[in-house]
């Protein structure tokens, strides 16, 4: 509106694992829930119907390729609670979704810690091409045990080595979504009878430390050419990476930790030539919504008592490295060193200082859980909090799994409404790829300021 | 129907890849052409939705993870006719053709050589679910160079050694499906607020010549665990890994060649505890069918003008291993010895021996480009003929793509009712997984007879 100062925009996302239980573990017991449905395509298909009707940004889908049992050892309680465990492949999942909608974005988590660039780099370029250029990925390192000993690979990495590995990982996924085929390659030429002209593609070489690469991408270049790309790392060496590599950081820190962090992020971006713009930052959120606060607070308490206590102390305990079943509920957390990828409980206990923690508190269902904002109520009274985040440098949020999809339709029908009533949230998808709905006109490709632009083929004439 | 001897059932899969080019390069070219268009998931949903109409099989997805660069040297000729390159990931196509049908299988290709079984599982588990059962793999060892060269693999292993791995790798991959989760594991007990009973999940340990495992499969079972199993092998090697693993045989052959392959291999499975019957034998076919014969013939000659010579030898040269650029079109050929995984030049110059072929005939549109059955005629002539392969051992055909969906439709409005009216095709889909419709009631699993059966966990009481 013209004469008014143009707020910001707010990006959401329903944050989901093909998988039982996400975040909170248990939920999936709730008599409305159908998350224990993942295994069918009616489930997907309807939420990212609700999800696009809110005109949310995306389904941001994690992943983990192990299991979660440093809990006593075992995976035992993160199976009965169904906690991120039957955990199924999400790539496969997008296109179908993808069919159903046409503004909606999709992140999908792959770790560059077992797999080839060669093959990770045609499986996106190829959901970009499905997708219209709808595609993100959120790129993890990894940090389960469980992972890395289920293919003989001799326990999770170093960090900072992983790190290594990630950075030498995302430059050949750069030479080949970038460098391998020129704009204009693939002419599609039918009277002339050329599909590509061989001459404007290119064979990408490279011997490292990590991977040796000898070939021309498979894929011709799709709508985004590199997929929009996610990462969650807040350690040091994390966000060196994130700054170099990522356009939408996700978070799950404390109000100051998330303004700090986004701040350092962007200081550390500007070292290699981009823009504090060029990065969005995502809170991690859980949200619980309802016309009266009463009624949010007893939604809350119904879904909480849901929560399954051992499947969250299971997911904690992989989160940290810490096997919580040698303490009872009463002990007191005084600090929990993260293992470096996870700053959950570091964060969650940094937070309050003063607090005395006990274990049963970071198993609850609430911001104790250490998962960034927890907020139940009114439209107006999220709105509100949510903004408090923005002020903090938040760009969007990350909305967890709760009960679903009854919870995104909460969102959906009451939030968006009340966000859209304030000005800070879309009342029509930007048309294009998800990199130019997200960055404005003319972005549907890597910006010229980050890195992985310099891997642009120059064409003919440089 | 009573009274009647019940005739054998012809099976019919339609034969694509996720690529603007697959079998005949340069057919893309022709006016009513759509497979330009393979980036798009309309394209796909549309032929999903026509070989349902049609009571097809499946669609079964070919890949190949590298390019045809064997001939002069360079990818140029297998780029500029489009022929299997570009070309995209096929697994991440599933889900929406999934959604758009009810009954249609999909045989996947992915490759035993580049892959780890642990990852492997779980896509094909996690379509396996979302497919509710329809989905096949089509198990390959890889054959170019180029793509072993494409992550630094040193060239591709020898071919018996490449038969050793791929057993290795069959093996972990029937100890994660059907060894790691027993039936009733994944119980949903929202009562009880049990997921899965831990007791029932059981850790998948391996340290082998290929490859190290352990853990627990990822995914719960899915409703054929085992995804039905398709492999495409000649040799001595593959026809014994053939009797041993697959259920679905892929064969280009002459009919001589392909009866007596289907009957050594038959004969070999045997030798594992299995049934003649545990096998179906699917033959490459090309069809043409009209109305008219003329009319048929005018649509061939009128496809044939559009093939590409040069993208055409770019084909064979990869499948033989064998520079045609070297060669004049007039250049006869007396005897080529394939490279072992593609009996395709051997088996066609072995089919005539009298004849002296010469290198502008391997690159023909015709039954000389050595892709088993090339037949151009009225529904009637291509029935008759059909029926001719079935004689000599086919269950059923896997009708390569010509001009899309053009062609398709022709075969589904055309053919199929020919075939119905003679009875030997089914009118209505079976119910049930994949498996089940195609070897009867109580199939939906692996049968007890299979060697990847008795990697079944025997469950409590045993």
Not at 5 to 18: D, G, P, S, V, Y
Not at 391 to 413: C, H, K, M, S, W
Request: with cysteine.
């Amino acid at each position: 509106m013209t004469g008014r100062t143009r707020q910001k925009e707010i990006r959401l996302n329903a944050f989901h694992m093909n998988a039982p239980g996400h975040s909170w573990a248990g939920l999936w017991t709730h008599p409305k829930d159908r998350c224990a449905n993942y295994t069918d395509l009616d489930f997907w298909i309807e939420l990212a119907r609700i999800a696009e009707r809110g005109k949310l940004d995306g389904i941001f889908l994690a992943d983990v390729s192990g299991v979660y049992d440093v809990y006593a050892g075992t995976p035992d309680a993160a199976l009965a609670a169904g906690a991120q465990i039957p955990s199924n492949d999400p790539s496969v999942l997008i296109s179908a979704m993808a069919a159903a909608t046409r503004d909606l974005g999709f992140g999908v988590t792959a770790s560059v810690g077992y797999e080839q660039p060669y093959y990770l780099a045609r499986r996106f370029s190829t959901l970009d091409h499905l997708t219209k250029g709808r595609v993100g990925w959120n790129i993890v390192t990894g940090y389960l045990e469980s992972a890395a000993r289920a293919i003989g690979d001799g326990g999770v990495r170093e960090h900072d080595q992983r790190y290594d590995r990630a950075d030498e990982f995302l430059e050949l996924a750069y030479r080949l979504w970038e460098g391998s085929w020129e704009d204009g390659a693939a002419v599609r030429d039918k009277a002339g009878r050329v599909f590509v002209r061989p001459e404007k593609v290119h064979r990408i070489t490279h011997h490292g430390t990590f991977f040796d690469l000898d070939a021309i991408h498979l894929s011709e270049p799709s709508p985004q050419r590199t997929p929009l790309l996610y990462q969650a790392g807040t350690s040091g060496r994390g966000r060196e990476f994130a700054a170099r590599h990522a356009e939408c950081v996700f978070m799950n820190q404390s109000r100051a930790a998330v303004a700090e962090a986004a701040a350092d992020i962007r200081r550390r971006a500007a070292a290699y030539g981009r823009h504090p713009e060029d990065l969005l930052v995502f809170v991690g959120a859980t949200v619980i919504v309802a016309p009266a606060e009463a009624e949010a607070r007893d939604k809350y308490e119904e879904y909480r008592s849901h929560l399954d206590t051992r499947g969250a102390l299971a997911l904690l305990s992989g989160w940290t490295g810490i096997d919580f079943s040698q303490y009872g509920p009463d002990d007191p957390v005084r600090y929990v060193k993260s293992n470096g990828m996870q700053s959950k409980i570091e964060a969650m206990t940094l937070r309050s200082p003063d607090r005395v923690w006990r274990v049963r508190d970071l198993a609850d269902f609430g911001e104790v859980g250490g998962r960034g904002p927890f907020i139940v109520g009114t439209p107006s009274q999220v709105a509100d909090e949510l903004l408090t985040w923005v002020e903090a440098g938040a760009d969007g949020f990350n909305l967890t799994r709760v009960v679903e999809p009854a919870n995104l339709t909460d969102i959906v029908d009451l939030l968006v409404p009340e966000l859209q009533d304030r000005g800070v949230y879309k009342t029509e998808y930007s048309p294009g790829p998800l990199r130019e709905k997200l960055f404005g006109p003319g972005r549907a490709r890597l910006s010229p300021r980050h890195p992985g632009h310099a891997f642009r083929h120059p064409g003919p004439t440089a």
